[in-house]
């Protein structure tokens, strides 16, 4: 199956605080630098899983952009789209515990524009993953739209992860939710603040309710989480959930790509 993805390829700088932050000091940290970005994310694990895997996006002609595509790639990735610009970069600090907070600059993706994709892009594609940040603004909003369209003229099912619930609320709930619902992806990933904050899930799609370490539930099929013998880092275990439960269509899958995800520093297989 060839999964294209369509939304943001980031660098990304993964912190890793040895403690909480000494304001007007220093921290001990891990730090990293790694290709990223929701859709960068699932098409690199989707590759890791078997999957013929194709991303679909703007991203910079400056050396963040440069650093993102060759780690992508370097992951069996194909990349489509133009490029121009300053690239996207997003700083997750990531606590003691593994959890993590997102400051992002989302960059050139944002500016995707709906004439520049070209339909032979999406040519075979079986399966196409949108990344809620890309609904979030125009131009991109358009060409995914466009997209979706020329996937579905390929027969293609469509997921969509929802995004974040701070990023809904700045463009407006019931606004975000209008779009899903004229989207009409047959696969909605969310967790639980997201699908709070969207008004509950929608009707006639496969809802699959991302809990962290407590599980997930799978369209209603309640699963735990794999165990993790030491939690690094939950930046882009969602993402490889959702690659998972793609490439594989069930959710042993999608629990294990989220395992091995969090057992490592960073986003990407």
Known sequence: MLVCTIGDLTLDVVVRLSGPVAVGGDTDAEISLSSGGQAGNVAAWAAALGASARFVGKTGSDDAGAFARAGLAARGVEIL?????????????????????????????????????????????????????????????????????????MDAAVSLDLASWSAIRDVGAERYRELVETLAPDVVFANEDEERIVGGRLPRVTWILKRGARGCSFDGDERSALAVEHVVDSTGAGDALAAGFIVGGRPELALEAAARCVSRLGSMP
């Open 81 to 153: 789209g133009p490029v121009e610009g300053r690239n996207g970069v997003i700083c997750s600090l990531v606590s003691p515990n593994g959890d993590r907070s997102m400051a992002a600059d989302r960059g050139a993706a944002v500016d995707l524009r709906a004439k520049e994709i070209d339909p032979a892009w999406l040519d075979g594609c079986g399966h196409l993953f949108v990344s809620g940040y890309a609904l979030m603004r125009e131009p991109a909003r358009a060409a995914v739209f466009r997209a979706v369209e020329l996937a579905r003229a």
